[in-house]
């Protein structure tokens, strides 16, 4: 999987952003919040999702680029199992670093520092693939856009299957780059508000973005998903609910994990995107996208009350002790 791998600086506003910002004086906008929390953590997008799936037992390939800083986040992912033979090290730059303020409504305010991340667009997937013995699916992820381009054309070009996963970057790309970034995906994935911005981006219909991608995934927050398979068929999966909301930074990241791994235990999109609700559950309860812990009798136990017995005992062959 390919993209960004970061440090976290995450901190709370005891209060609301929307009741300190005026909508009518945007454009004079200068605010500051005062915090009152600062945890550092492991982040970045394709960190996360490779922390998760090392987690439910998958040996994932993370591909990025990374600063003399990333010795034990390193360590971490290749105590999991994730090979990260693929993470490139720059000794001159740091690490990416996201800098994210959340509000008590769940909101964020946040800014993302490239660092060795834009480097990560020197990395060719083909003697990586040669190596692991091909890719089964390529996650492209939130990274440098020259990046994220290059990998796709690489994966259409080698035949790779691909995930598109354009997330935060679509604010900064325009239309013929986020049709190159999804043109020919097997998968699709984005949340609601994306999704809105890559049709606006792109000027294709939704029609029209279901005919060029196998499968679009939107998810909603905590109205839960949809996928739109290739036939038209149309699932709904709804969340897990939360015993508490502690911060939904990489709540996304986890939703992807859980997915992955129930489809590559060969389940359908269905049943992996309920697994996706569990992990991104247990993050949204966690303080950090990183924090959440793994019980197998417990998961089991919420996946059947939030989606039935039936379910439960589909997921269960792809759950790690």
């Known amino acids: 999987m390919t993209g960004s791998i970061a440090s976290d600086n995450l901190m709370h506003f005891p209060g609301k952003f929307s009741e300190q910002i005026l909508a009518d004086q945007l454009d004079r906008i200068s605010v500051s919040f005062l915090v009152d929390d600062l945890t550092v953590r492991r982040g970045g997008v394709a960190g996360n999702i ?3 799936l090392g987690v439910l037992g998958q040996n994932p390939v993370l591909i990025g680029a990374v600063g003399a800083d990333f010795a034990e986040y390193k360590q971490v992912l290749d105590d999991l199992g994730v ?5 490139h090290t720059h000794d001159d730059v740091h690490t990416a670093r996201f800098v994210c303020t959340t509000d008590d409504d769940m909101r964020q305010i946040a800014s993302f520092y490239t660092g060795a991340m834009a480097k990560s667009k020197e990395i060719e997937l083909a003697p990586i693939a040669e190596r692991v013995g091909g ?3 390529v996650l492209i992820g939130a990274s440098d856009p020259e990046a994220m381009l290059r990998h796709t054309d690489e994966c259409r070009t080698q035949g790779y299957p691909f995930l598109a996963d354009p997330s935060q970057q679509l604010a900064r ?3 013929p780059e986020v049709r190159r970034l999804i043109e020919g995906a097997t998968y699709l994935v984005t949340n609601d508000y994306e999704y809105e911005l890559l049709l606006k981006k792109t000027g294709w219909s939704a029609e029209e973005v279901d005919a060029k991608v196998g499968t679009r995934i939107t998810t909603f927050g905590e109205k839960g998903a949809v996928i739109v398979e290739s036939d ?11 015993t508490e909301q502690v911060d939904p930074t990489g709540v996304g990241d986890a939703w992807r994990a859980g997915f992955l791994t129930a489809l590559n235990g060969g389940l359908s999109v269905e049943r992996s995107a309920q697994l996706g609700a569990l992990i991104a559950t247990y993050v949204l309860e966690s303080d950090g996208p990183q924090e959440w812990t793994w019980d197998r009798d417990a998961a089991l136990t919420r996946l059947a009350d939030a989606f039935g017995e039936a379910a439960a005992d589909e997921l269960r062959a792809v759950l790690p002790a």
């Open 232 to 242: 038209g068929t149309e699932t709904r999966v709804d969340v897990v609910p939360p």
């Open 50 to 52: 490779a922390f998760a």
């Open 173 to 175: 790309m325009e239309g």
């Open 83 to 87: 090979d990260t033979s693929g993470v």
């Open 135 to 137: 890719f089964d699916l």
